[in-house]
């Protein structure tokens, strides 16, 4: 027989583990709600288009994507990433600017499958449209910021940059070509940079690191409004106390990217899969998207990585999740369907065991499952109308009858 696994790239997530996720996108839906963001949910799959608006000269879009046409000949396309499918829907719908929407939603992308990388990827992300103002660019990376800190992480660096804009970026990318002129760049850079010098910059191979030593810094060559955003931005960033590090050769890995950027960068990760989520501004998305021009700002942040780094930190560990009652029922009727269904409905978890089991059986179940009380319905008690409930932690147990039993457990747990 084949015995069937996840595909290569992709991952199981069973309870307990679980239940750490369940926590994360509460502890992210409750920080981005008080901010004012809605939930959006869009499509698993977009024509593909609308992807390729998103970074033609990026890999995640040329090498990475699961694209495939449907069986109404429509070339379409798995989600690689959040931004552009929340943006196209924005087009669509045409909401109230501002626009505030947050998603946990999975990503594909066809990459060599490693530590902290997957083909299935799973994100926590906002995106802000209808405003270019400074203080939403402070706003969302705060925001990051502080789900980070939710999660108990502190070996966290927020990396900061500008990108410009296509009036000053286009003049920055003549210097920095000028600048690169026959340098002795990595295999892939040597051959061919042209379309997208910025990526060099990115490069963390030690012969472009070395070529780009002293190369001219974008942030050094903004015009006046770019200029005017990003010191917003920084002092923004400063009156809240989000401590940040003005990185330069922050390009990011897609194309839309405008004037601010960031990313956050965990220390305690390897460094080839250490950023936990990034962002920016992507002013002309919309419009690339065949829609008003509206100015938007987001990030996203790698529910794998985010946990991967707490595991690291050693925080943010898998709550203990267990029902508080265990129906044990050794008479073999409608006892324990019975019970555990009222119990249910008074608001009160609570489980039971299957199949007939023994009784040691069922006590055994009972303590694996963490359960603080048990309920014991045997032969006795069944023609005495009468229910044994004992601590499972203490030992001690009582007689109810059965017609009090939810009132006696509530007093129980409280
Ligand atoms: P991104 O930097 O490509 O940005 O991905 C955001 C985060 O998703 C990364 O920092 C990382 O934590 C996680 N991630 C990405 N790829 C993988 C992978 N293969 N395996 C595990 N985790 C991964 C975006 O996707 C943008 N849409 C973010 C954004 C929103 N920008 C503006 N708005």
């Known amino acids: 027989m084949v015995e069937f696994r996840a595909p290569v790239g992709t991952r199981d997530v069973l309870p307990p583990e679980s239940a750490r996720w369940e926590r994360l996108v509460a502890l992210f839906a409750g920080q981005v709600e008080r901010a004012g963001y809605g939930l959006?949910?869009?499509?698993?799959?977009e024509e593909v288009g609308v992807f390729e608006r998103v970074g033609e000269g990026t890999d995640v879009v040329r090498k990475e994507m699961y694209d495939f046409e449907d069986k109404g000949g429509r070339r379409v396309a798995l989600r690689p990433e959040g931004t552009a499918s929340v943006v196209r829907a924005y087009v669509q719908h045409r909401p109230t600017p501002p626009f505030k929407a947050w998603y946990a939603a999975p990503n594909f992308r066809y990459e060599r499958p490693q530590a902290g990388r997957f083909r299935q990827h799973h994100q926590l992300g906002v995106e802000a449209l209808g405003t270019d103002d400074a203080d939403l660019d402070v706003e969302v990376v705060a925001l990051a910021w502080s789900?980070?800190?939710?999660v108990g992480l502190t070996r966290v660096t927020l990396l900061l940059n500008s990108l410009g804009d296509d009036v000053c970026r286009p003049a920055y990318l003549d210097l920095l070509r000028s600048f690169l002129g026959d340098a002795s760049l990595c295999e892939e850079h040597a051959a061919g940079y042209?379309?997208?010098?910025?990526?060099?910059?990115?490069?963390?191979?030690?012969?472009?690191?070395?070529?780009?030593?002293?190369a001219p810094r974008l942030v050094d060559h903004l015009c006046d409004p770019c200029a005017v955003h990003f010191?917003?931005?920084?002092?923004?960033?400063?009156?809240?106390?989000?401590?940040?590090?003005?990185?330069?050769?922050?390009?990011?890995?897609?194309?839309?990217?405008?004037?601010?950027?960031?990313?956050?960068?965990?220390?305690?990760?390897?460094?080839?899969?250490?950023?936990?989520?990034?962002?920016?501004?992507?002013?002309?998305?919309?419009?690339?998207l065949g829609g008003p021009a509206t100015p938007g700002i987001g990030f996203g942040l790698g529910i794998e990585r985010l946990l991967l780094a707490a595991d690291a930190e050693e925080?943010?560990?898998?709550?203990?999740s267990a029902v508080d009652v265990w129906v044990v029922d050794t008479t073999g009727g409608t006892a324990a369907l019975a019970l555990t269904h009222e119990l249910r409905a008074a608001g009160i978890s609570a489980?039971?065991?299957?199949d007939e089991r023994s009784m040691k059986s069922q006590f055994k179940s009972a303590d694996r499952s963490g359960a603080r009380l048990a309920l014991v319905v045997g032969d006795?008690?069944?023609?005495?109308?009468?229910?044994?409930?004992?601590?499972?932690?203490?030992?001690?147990?009582e007689t109810v009858d059965r017609a009090d039993v939810v009132e006696h457990v509530r007093k129980r747990l409280s």
């Open 231 to 288: 010191a917003r931005v920084r002092a923004g960033l400063d009156s809240l106390a989000v401590t940040y590090t003005l990185q330069p050769r922050l390009v990011r890995g897609l194309d839309y990217y405008t004037r601010t950027t960031f990313e956050l960068a965990a220390d305690s990760l390897d460094t080839a899969q250490n950023a936990v989520g990034g962002g920016g501004r992507y002013d002309k998305l919309a419009e690339a």
């Open 380 to 397: 006795n008690e069944l023609a005495a109308a009468t229910v044994t409930l004992r601590d499972l932690r203490g030992g001690e147990q």
């Open 147 to 150: 789900v980070c800190a939710g």
């Open 194 to 214: 042209a379309n997208n010098p910025l990526r060099v910059l990115d490069c963390k191979r030690d012969t472009c690191r070395t070529a780009t030593e002293g």
């Open 315 to 320: 925080v943010f560990p898998v709550p203990q």
């Open 351 to 354: 489980d039971r065991s299957f």
């Open 40 to 45: 959006v949910l869009s499509p698993m799959f």
